[in-house]
């Protein structure tokens, strides 16, 4: 069992920037790609990053490349994503999710899952 716990959410104007958090703690001994997900209110859930166990392979959705990145520190059991040029919409709640499967582009792949920070971008 590994249990996921985000933070750094919180409201931001448009062109600003947040760097999210999310720790992971439990069964950490696992190699695990991770990922970040958002949900807008009365959407579904998207992919917006993933990285892989050594972090030297990333996946981000259309819509967040070149204005996101997401990292790892494997030492600290954390990944963070980091939000910048933020727009409208991207408010969300963005969730992080915790996979052994090699196929870490994939939200239906994901094993573990954090109960979100909500992102608020105001225009």
């Known amino acids: 069992q590994v249990r996921l716990e985000e933070s750094g959410g919180g409201l931001v104007q448009a062109g600003g920037s947040l760097r999210l958090s999310c720790v992971a703690s439990?069964?950490?001994?696992?190699?695990?790609?991770m990922g970040w997900f958002r949900q807008a209110p009365g959407k579904e859930r998207d992919v917006v990053a993933s990285?892989?166990?050594?972090?030297?392979?990333?996946y981000y959705a259309d819509p967040v490349k070149g204005r996101f990145t997401i990292s790892r520190d494997n030492a600290k059991n954390t990944v963070y994503l980091q939000m910048s040029s933020l727009k409208p919409e991207d408010t969300a709640v963005y969730s992080c999710?915790?996979?052994?499967?090699?196929?870490?582009?994939?939200?239906?792949?994901?094993?573990?899952w954090g109960q979100g920070t909500q992102v608020t971008v105001s225009s």
């Open positions: 439990g069964r950490t001994s696992s190699r695990y790609a």
């Open positions: 999710a915790a996979t052994t499967s090699r196929f870490y582009w994939r939200e239906n792949e994901y094993e573990y």
């Open positions: 990285i892989n166990w050594s972090g030297d392979f990333r």
